[in-house]
């Protein structure tokens, strides 16, 4: 933001203006909280799809040993006769 401050060093004849530009921070709160909030999604991002790896590798597994199971049946059907 612009300050402006007009002096007066000689009232009739001549005018001085002093323009200052300051910072007020704002930008660097700015970037640390977008830094914060990239990294708490990237965390989320990676734990949601852990969980999800271990979620379908557990699906897998179960789905293995039904098969398994169904074979031990149809082995036993067989031997049955």
Same mark, same amino acid.
């Given at each position: ?13 001549? =005018? ?7 910072? +007020?921070?704002? =930008? ?5 909280? &977008? &830094?914060?909030?990239? &990294? ?6 990676? =734990? ?5 790896? +271990? ?9 293995? +040993?039904?098969?398994?199971? %169904?074979?031990?049946?149809?082995? %036993? ?5």
């Amino acid at each position: 933001m612009s300050d402006y401050r007009n002096t007066d060093a000689e009232p009739a004849t001549h =005018t001085t203006t002093v323009i200052e530009k300051g910072g +007020s921070g704002g =930008t660097v709160l700015i970037a640390i909280v &977008l &830094l914060l909030a990239v &990294l708490i999604g990237g965390w989320y991002l990676y =734990t949601t799809g852990n969980a999800k790896s +271990s979620k379908d590798t557990a699906i897998a597994g179960a789905a293995d +040993s039904v098969s398994h199971a %169904a074979d031990k049946v149809g082995s %036993a059907a067989d031997n049955s006769h």
